[in-house]
């Protein structure tokens, strides 16, 4: 059976204040409700409310003055949210012409899935594996998205033909969910046999590993996707704000 897993306080409490400020009912300008307000209504603990407050504050919903509280500033733009934008072939567009679609079937769900998904491990699932090419390069990736059955069922995850319109797309416009972030971990081992040909690596380099967990909005998973990167062919960059 599915592992229930509740989403954090502080999330809880930043999702609600986001859709007030987005539906209008805190109007840019506006001041929010003071922190004792907050702790009673969520009946929240101080430094939990202080710390959701503190993420709006970082991601540009709000803004603190001192001596007067915290304003509304409204929705941020997307590039100044703290977030990571990594170029992944497997949350493309599209599956272009250098990817290949290397299998489509439904296994037990092994455990790094498992725990992205927060489902049992060995709950069937469908397994989409690609790996894809670049000329001057070579493969610069090989993953596995990891969708539970009931999302998968109606789409057309469950063939290698590719898809035109991307594996998130695909399945926002037939399952009619909506896609809000991403976590990622990132790791390094050695790869397997298998692995290091598809890669066209030593069995001796070091890979690294991605574990995605595409979330819904209160941060429940709705896929996951586990991908193999060689580092030699791979830079991975952020910038983010300290405060």
């Known amino acids: 059976m599915p592992i229930e897993v509740a989403a954090p306080k502080y999330v809880v409490i930043v999702n609600a204040l986001q859709e007030r400020i987005e539906s209008g009912a805190y109007p840019l300008g506006s001041m929010l409700p003071s922190e004792t307000e907050l702790i009673r209504e969520f009946k929240a603990s ?4 202080v710390r959701a407050l503190d993420l709006l504050r970082q991601d540009g919903w709000i803004e603190s003055r001192q001596g007067k509280g915290r304003f509304v500033l409204g929705r941020p733009a997307r590039a100044g949210q ?24 439904v296994v037990p769900a092994p455990p790094r899935a ?23 390069l070579g493969p610069v ?16 995850l469950g063939t290698t033909d590719p898809l035109s319109d991307g594996l998130l797309r695909h399945i926002a416009s037939r399952k009619a969910v909506r896609f809000d972030h991403v976590a990622e971990r990132i790791s390094a081992r050695l790869p397997s046999e298998d692995e290091a040909s598809l890669l066209r690596v030593d069995p001796t380099e070091p890979v690294l590993t991605v574990l995605l967990s595409i979330c819904d909005r209160t941060g429940s998973p709705l896929l996951a996707v586990d991908l193999l990167l060689p580092a030699s062919r791979h830079d991975l960059e952020d910038v983010y704000p300290l405060d």
Request: negative net charge; hydrophobic residues 45%.
């Open 46 to 49: 101080r430094p939990v409310v």
């Open 82 to 105: 703290r977030s990571r934008e990594r170029a992944y072939a497997a949350l493309d567009s599209a599956e272009r012409t250098d990817s290949t679609v290397l299998a489509a079937e």
């Open 114 to 136: 498992a725990s992205a998904l927060n489902i049992a491990p060995g709950t069937p699932v469908l397994a989409r594996r690609r790996l894809v090419v670049v000329d001057d």
């Open 141 to 156: 990736e090989l993953g596995t998205a990891f969708v539970p059955l009931d999302l998968a069922d109606g789409t057309n």
